[in-house]
Nanobody, 122 residues
C-alpha cells in the first residue's frame, strides 16, 4: 500500500519555527518530485513548495518565499519543509504529495499524505 506520512506539525507562536517531514511507505521518491501544499479552513488548497529529484529545481509559493525551505534526503526517502518566521496566516493542514514533475499544480501530483496540522498563535 502506497502511503505518504507527514509529521512535525504542532502549535507554535508567531515568529517561531517548525520542521515538517514527509516519508514514503510502500514506494520510494526515486525520480519523483515532491511538493508541500496547505489548506486552511474555508480556503482552497495552496501551493507551498516543490522540489525535483536532484534538488536542482525548487519553487516556492509567494507567501512563503524567504521563510520556508524545502529539502530532500533521497538516501532516506524523506522530504522536509523548514518553516521559519511563522505567521498566524500560516495556520493550515500541510500535505505532502509526489508526482512526476515539480509543478505548482496540485492536479499534477499523484500520491498524497493525510496531512499534519500547523497552528501559529499570535
Amino acid at each position: 500500500q502506497v502511503q505518504l506520512v507527514e509529521s512535525g506539525g504542532g502549535l507554535v507562536q508567531a515568529g517561531g519555527s517548525l520542521r515538517l517531514s514527509c516519508a514514503a511507505s510502500g514506494r520510494t521518491f526515486a525520480n519523483r518530485a515532491v511538493a508541500w501544499f496547505r489548506q486552511a479552513p474555508g480556503k482552497e488548497r495552496e501551493f507551498v513548495a516543490t522540489i525535483g529529484w536532484s534538488s536542482i529545481w525548487i519553487a516556492y509559493g509567494d507567501s512563503v518565499k524567504g521563510r520556508f525551505t524545502i529539502s530532500r534526503d533521497n538516501a532516506n526517502n524523506r522530504v522536509y519543509l523548514q518553516m521559519n518566521s511563522l505567521k498566524p496566516e500560516d495556520t493550515a493542514v500541510y500535505y505532502c504529495a509526489d508526482g512526476f514533475l515539480p509543478t505548482t499544480r496540485s492536479n499534477d501530483y499523484t500520491y498524497w499524505g493525510q496531512g499534519t496540522q500547523v497552528t501559529v498563535s499570535s
